[in-house]
């Protein structure tokens, strides 16, 4: 109490039979960790033909307390009035030292003056490395709507945490992806927005070319506009200009429609070759 814990000791309450073993559970339920002093004694049996503390120390290990156990490092040491004279009984708690020493640390006292020192330094340590709910005021407790909301947002949330890393395993490429080809088809709109030029060789028309490049050239062309909020249009600017259609006008999308007024279809055909060189 002294270090702003509240202890729910056993020997706080009244003679223990079978009877008051739920509410016995419930004591260790809501409690966040579980400390076992183990002297000369085995205690009171249950049913069962176990001591009420090894029921209670089985029912914590069970539920998943955090148990901090103190023994008596010499218990042939102590008085006899401080230990069972009935010979099974001394047997079980021999079984009972061994259980609780086996896979877990342990401290070892002789004296009674010692405990509060051991259990100073195990407390603090035990509740740094396996955090617990604690106790709050009930002014400080969040209504059950704020409590259903949180819930609520945390599962929202690591849905979208789910599918943001998958979506960014997916959108990884192997480096040694890079190198390999692609074809990609463009599209030029030839004279797209001179409505006063009209003629039967300039009129409006689309012209698809389908390229064969590398992912890492597309990639050195667009790599610096990704990092930015861009439109389609900037990027296939920018895909076309890179491979070498320097004539290509993507905004507004059309080729320098001044260059197209060669009235001989010849020349027409010679100039959209070129481009695509």
Not at 70 to 99: C, W, Y
Not at 104 to 120: D, Q, S, T, Y
Not at 125 to 145: C, D, H, M, Y
């Amino acid at each position: 109490m002294e270090m702003g814990h509240f202890p729910s000791g056993m020997e706080f309450f009244s003679a223990i039979d079978e009877e008051q073993w739920p509410f016995l559970e419930k004591v260790i339920d809501d409690s966040d960790y579980y400390v076992l002093i183990l002297g000369g004694r085995y205690g009171s049996l249950a049913d069962e033909e176990i001591s009420y503390t090894e029921k209670e120390f089985d029912y914590a290990n069970d539920t998943g307390k955090k148990i901090i156990a103190l023994v008596h490092g010499s218990p042939d040491s102590l008085a006899a009035e401080k230990t069972d004279m009935d010979n099974a009984l001394r047997i079980k708690l021999q079984n009972f030292r061994k259980k609780v020493c086996t896979g877990r640390m342990v401290k070892f006292w002789n004296k009674p003056e010692e405990l509060a020192g051991h259990i100073a330094l195990a407390l603090p340590k035990t509740i740094q490395l396996f955090p617990a709910t604690g106790w709050v005021r009930a002014n400080k407790v969040a209504s059950i709507e704020i409590l259903e909301q949180l819930n609520e947002f945390r599962t929202e949330n690591d849905k979208l945490k789910s599918q943001l890393a998958s979506q960014r395993t997916k959108a990884v490429l192997p480096i040694s992806k890079l190198d390999e080809e692609v074809e990609i088809s463009l599209t030029i709109a030839i004279g797209k927005g001179d409505v006063d030029y009209q003629n039967e060789y300039h009129s409006k028309r689309d012209v698809k070319k389908d390229l064969k490049v590398k992912l890492s050239h597309l990639f050195n062309l667009i790599g610096e506009e990704l990092q930015q909020k861009i439109t389609r249009r900037v990027i296939s600017s920018k895909i076309g200009m890179g491979l070498g259609l320097e004539n290509c006008k993507f905004e507004p999308p059309r080729v320098c429609w001044r260059l197209l007024t060669y009235s001989n279809r010849s020349h027409y055909e010679q100039y959209e070759e070129q481009i695509f060189t």
